[in-house]
T-cell receptor, first 118, second 114 residues
Framework: DSGVTQTPKHLITATGQRVTLRCSPRSGDLSVYWYQQSLDQGLQFLIQYYNGEERAKGNILERFSAQQFPDLHSELNLSSLELGDSALYFC?????????????????FGAGSRLTVL | GESVGLHLPTLSVQEGDNSIINCAYSNSASDYFIWYKQESGKGPQFIIDIRSNMDKRQGQRVTVLLNKTVKHLSLQIAATQPGDSAVYFCAEKSVGSATNKLIFGTGTLLAVQP
């Protein structure tokens, strides 16, 4: 158990629908990151939050949004789902927003949420 | 278990042999590199990291080598075991970045034959 908790583990839905994925970071970690892993794209960075504020944005579609709450858990909202959104979505956490020490740089990943869009 | 990708480079080794997994990075401004291991059905797991002011770093049964001249990173696993079978990713982080986001390579599937 990495300490990063993601729910649900599996989700099957239809095109056009909206889903919410949830992540609880490791205790003490202030930063949360979302990554998408599909068969042909590897691990793609979507977005990072630090202590409730957005800190970095990657290739996140406009149909996707995220937020980090005061208790530091985060949610990734995926709307108007398409077949191509089927993927594993990983959440990771780290102690800091950015840092020079090795410990601050390591991201700890959750087990992922597998989304299947039919 | 589920496969991470259908088109990953694959390294097949015999149990007990040494494994070398290679990674090329493109951003010369990257100053920190990490190797992650992803087993089927699980999230990436930290193995070892190295800063750009080092050429080599050793862990338990693993060694990471960094060649900044050719922007190449390698992970050596000694006495490979069946439990080492997984997809291995290298990841990088840029100098002076205001974020700890990591950029991942495409991954290599390590298959250990008993």
């Amino acid at each position: 158990d990495s300490g990063v908790t993601q729910t649900p583990k599996h989700l099957i839905t239809a095109t056009g629908q909206r889903v919410t994925l949830r992540c609880s970071p490791r205790s003490g970690d202030l930063s949360v990151y979302w990554y998408q892993q599909s068969l042909d794209q590897g691990l793609q960075f979507l977005i990072q939050y630090y202590n409730g504020e957005e800190r970095a944005k990657g290739n996140i579609l406009e149909r996707f949004s995220a937020q980090q709450f005061p208790d530091l858990h985060s949610e990734l909202n995926l709307s108007s789902l398409e077949l191509g959104d089927s993927a594993l979505y990983f959440c990771a956490s780290s102690p800091a927003r950015a840092g020079s020490s090795s410990g601050a740089n390591v991201l700890t990943f959750g087990a992922g949420s597998r989304l299947t869009v039919l | 278990g589920e496969s991470v990708g259908l088109h990953l480079p694959t390294l097949s080794v015999q149990e007990g042999d040494n494994s070398i997994i290679n990674c090329a990075y493109s951003n010369s401004a990257s100053d920190y590199f990490i190797w992650y291991k992803q087993e089927s059905g699980k999230g990436p797991q930290f193995i070892i990291d190295i800063r750009s002011n080092m050429d080599k770093r050793q862990g338990q049964r693993v060694t990471v080598l960094l060649n900044k001249t050719v922007k190449h990173l390698s992970l050596q696993i000694a006495a490979t075991q069946p439990g080492d079978s997984a997809v291995y990713f290298c990841a990088e982080k840029s100098v002076g970045s205001a974020t700890n986001k990591l950029i991942f390579g495409t991954g290599t599937l390590l298959a250990v034959q008993p």
